[in-house]
């Protein structure tokens, strides 16, 4: 199957070292290469702080019909 962004995938970031967190929606942006795809997030509002953290959760997934894997994660600050 094919995981759906901000459902199946959901991203989200701290910047006070994950005392608080705020979701980012996740946007397709095309392939990357053959079977890799890219999801990007625009500008997202955190609580102020330097310590960045990212975490990604995953839902409905299933052995051999919907396997998600995240082969990379690039944050800016």
């Known amino acids: 199957g094919t995981a ?3 459902t199946d995938i959901i ?3 701290s910047a006070d ?16 290469s053959s079977g890799v795809l ?5 500008d997202i509002t955190v609580t102020a702080g330097t310590q960045l ?3 990604m959760s995953f839902a409905n997934q ?3 019909s919907k ?6 994660v690039s944050l800016s600050y």
Do not use: P
């Not at 890219?38 to 625009?42: F, G, L, S």
């Open 62 to 64: 299933a052995s051999a």
């Open 17 to 32: 070292n994950g005392s608080n967190w705020a979701n980012a929606t996740l946007t397709a942006a095309g392939t990357f």
């Open 11 to 13: 991203l989200q970031v």
């Open 67 to 72: 396997e998600t894997r995240i082969n990379g």
């Open 4 to 6: 759906t962004l901000n």
């Open 53 to 55: 953290k990212y975490k």
């Open 38 to 42: 890219q999801a990007v997030t625009n």
